[in-house]
Nanobody
């Protein structure tokens, strides 16, 4: 069993930066990848960044490529995955979630097949 806890987020003006973090404890090291998703009001949840836990390979959606950076650190049985967001836009406003699963292939864009989800953290960008 893996537990995911998000932190960070908040409010910022357009053009600013924020970081959200996902602490994965339990058997996270045996899972293949962690993905960051976001869901804006009245929109579907979309995958925006994925990192392979072991190799550190990263993948990004076109909407965030060049502005967001996903990274991970290992500490004992906990893997922390950060999403550093810069040059934020109004349309980046959403609830941000992290998820983990064992089988991955490139960018994890479809929210299905997750083994676990975090509780979510709000990111609000004002124009």
């Amino acid at each position: 069993q893996v537990d995911l806890v998000e932190s960070g987020g908040g409010s910022v003006q357009a053009g600013g930066s924020l970081r959200v973090s996902c602490a994965a404890s339990g058997r996270a090291s045996s899972s293949a990848c962690i993905g960051w998703f976001r869901q804006a009001p009245d929109k579907e949840r979309e995958g925006i960044a994925t990192i392979y836990i072991s190799q550190g390979k990263t993948f990004y959606a076109d909407s965030v490529k060049g502005r967001f950076t996903i990274s991970r650190q290992h500490a004992g049985n906990t893997v922390t995955v950060d999403l550093q967001m810069s040059s934020l836009k109004y349309e980046d406003t959403a609830m941000y979630y992290c998820a983990i699963r064992k089988l991955c292939s490139g960018l994890w864009s479809n929210p299905g097949s997750a083994d676990a989800w975090g509780q979510g953290t709000q990111v609000t960008v004002s124009s």
